[in-house]
């Protein structure tokens, strides 16, 4: 059964920290893997990693997919309050299938 | 720039009742999709569709109907709501019609509690 698993479930850390959110996958015919940051609502794109782009890098926030582990890791460094949030990993497979992890919730404290 | 509109944001109904979900997108994406979000079980695909007139299913229908009778517009019908429906919805749309694997833009959901 295809499957999306993202580790750990929840994670509180303080302001100016690095973290590391994991998300794992189990697809036939993997094509692409994104994260997004859901707030209070919507969730919104992050990064899109694919076989020809496997690492991605925006401001403090960076990803890497590891294709022979079938994993990706989205790092944070440096987090500020502003980063707490629901983090999604979803895996693009086939031709239009997509499966989202439960998300990683992460909170920031001052 | 309106993007992703879901209407309504909040809605209570009774055990047996139906109703409509609405999403209209203006960015002339051809990829329309509906998900719910429950604790613990992230974003699960209700029915998505590649383009006007096309429409399939994903991982949990049971229950909902789609139609897709213009690019821009993709309702989601409860036939006959269940309490196992209550959930957050979202519409979400990406440009690409066969491969939606470039990240999606999501409305800002529908609230939906079935007594």
């Known amino acids: 059964e295809d499957k999306v698993v993202q580790s750990p479930l929840s994670l509180v850390v303080h302001e100016g920290d690095t973290v590391t959110l994991n998300c794992s996958y189990e697809?036939?015919?993997?094509?692409?893997l994104l994260w997004y940051k859901q707030e209070k609502k919507a969730p919104t794109f992050l990064f899109m990693l694919?076989?020809?782009?496997i690492e991605k890098k925006s401001g403090r926030l960076s990803s890497i997919l590891d294709k022979k582990e079938l994993s990706s890791i989205l790092n944070i460094t440096a987090t500020q309050t502003g980063d707490s949030a629901i983090y999604l990993c979803?895996?693009?497979?086939?031709?239009?299938?997509?499966?989202f992890g439960a998300g990683t919730r992460l909170t920031v404290k001052p | 720039n309106a993007g992703v509109t879901q209407t309504p944001k909040f809605q209570v109904l009774k055990t047996g009742q139906s109703m409509t979900l609405q999403c209209a997108q203006d960015?002339?994406?051809?990829?329309m999709s509906w998900y719910r979000q429950d604790p613990g079980m992230g974003l699960r695909l209700i029915h998505y569709?590649?383009?006007?007139?096309?429409?399939d299913q994903g991982e949990v229908p049971n229950g909902y109907n789609v139609s897709r009778s213009t690019t821009e517009d993709f309702p989601l019908r409860l036939l006959s709501a269940a309490p196992s429906q209550t959930s957050v919805y979202f519409c979400?749309?990406?440009?690409?019609?066969?491969?939606?694997?470039?990240?999606?833009?999501f409305g800002s959901g529908t609230r939906l509690t079935v007594v």
């Open positions: 979400a749309s990406s440009p690409y019609g066969q491969a939606p694997h470039y990240g999606y833009t």
């Open positions: 697809v036939t015919n993997f094509r692409s």
């Open positions: 694919t076989s020809s782009g």
């Open positions: 979803a895996v693009g497979y086939n031709n239009n299938d997509m499966r």
């Open positions: 960015m002339n994406h051809e990829y």
């Open positions: 569709s590649v383009g006007a007139g096309i429409t």
